[in-house]
């Protein structure tokens, strides 16, 4: 699921080009097709992890699976950019759930002693799917349209439904307290920061609509550092959603750049790169995706030498040259 989710990602990203001339909005308009997924998963992936514990993480997996093949289908017979949006939205929370449930299920199965190797795995999986996403958009929009593109990708999806649940072992609940306001104030800040930073190149929106996006966003967050302060959290005798002194903590304010800055560029390369070649270099959208490909390839080939790397000693270290 790991795979087909970050393929169901990149697959729009090379006839991206196609997707907006034949919807007739301008390019920019038409990269929602791309942020209205990514938008969602990051919004909504902290949560999933609760809602795994509490449903049981077998039976999150499936109906996420279930969204992706709705919102397949919805994309696939999208009118207008508006409902291709949404659909894409639609695939972005069920392939929320993939990475916290799926890292909790390998990690429960094999144990700390064979966890790094197992991420390095899960992340090569990952990387594979970066990498099949922009040349199978490319190749198969070539000959069916960038509608076929979804057509194909829902058979496998059904196939997908179908494998969790005959395959996949139940996984038992383990239910834990939520704190809400905390939880809460995280997303819904979250969600209305990359709306902003979303919708602020495309014309179409305000200037001040996307300032009020933005400062509500940030207002948000400043709420749920206040809500999620350590004494506030224990008169409820309940754990923070996400301690807010973990954001300021060393390594882990060295990982998360380091995570952005590598994510931002990968997502911005297998945008231009497509749009460049299609449109300045005039090349057909198989040749993008091919182009395309390199990038991620190499994600997927290095990540399991760099967790055998890691194996047995600080994961940190490998990244220290770089800090």
């Known amino acids: 699921m790991t795979l087909f989710g970050t393929v169901c990602n990149t697959v729009v990203n090379v006839p991206l080009r196609d997707i907006s001339t034949d919807l007739g909005v301008p390019l920019p308009t038409g990269v929602l097709a791309v942020t209205a997924f990514v938008l969602v998963l990051a919004a909504a992936m902290p949560v999933m992890g609760w809602i795994g514990d509490r449903f049981g993480h077998t039976r999150v997996l499936i109906t996420a699976q279930l969204l992706l093949l709705a919102g397949m289908i919805g994309a696939a017979l999208a009118p207008t950019m508006t409902v291709l949006a949404l659909s894409r939205g639609v695939q972005g929370l069920g392939c929320a759930a993939a990475p916290p449930c799926v890292m909790a299920m390998l990690s429960a199965v094999y144990g700390p002693a064979r966890r790094t190797r197992t991420m390095g795995a899960w992340a090569a999986a990952n990387g594979i799917g970066q990498a099949l996403g922009p040349p199978l958009g490319g190749l198969l929009s070539q000959p069916l349209g960038w509608r076929g593109v979804f057509w194909i990708l829902v058979p496998v999806s059904a196939l997908l439904v179908v494998a969790l649940i005959a395959l996949v072992p139940r996984a038992m609940p383990h239910p834990t307290r939520l704190h809400w306001p905390g939880a809460l104030s995280f997303t819904v800040g979250v ?14 929106v305000p200037l001040w609509a996307v300032g009020v996006l933005a400062a509500t966003g940030v207002a948000s967050l400043v709420l749920f550092a206040l809500v999620s302060r350590a004494r506030v959290v224990a008169r409820r005798n309940i754990a923070a959603f996400v301690p807010p002194a973990l954001f300021v903590t060393p390594r882990f304010f060295r990982s998360g750049v380091a995570a952005c800055a590598q994510m931002f560029c990968l997502g911005a390369t297998l945008v231009a790169v497509p749009l460049h ?47």
């Open 277 to 323: 070649v299609t449109g300045a270099l005039e090349r057909s959208t198989a040749v993008a995706g091919l182009l395309a490909f390199a990038l991620p390839a190499a994600m997927a080939a290095l990540a399991p030498v760099v967790a055998g790397s890691a194996s047995g000693s600080d994961p940190g270290s490998c990244c220290a040259p770089a800090w």
């Open 191 to 204: 969600a209305l920061l990359m709306s902003a930073a979303a919708l602020g190149p495309d014309g179409d």
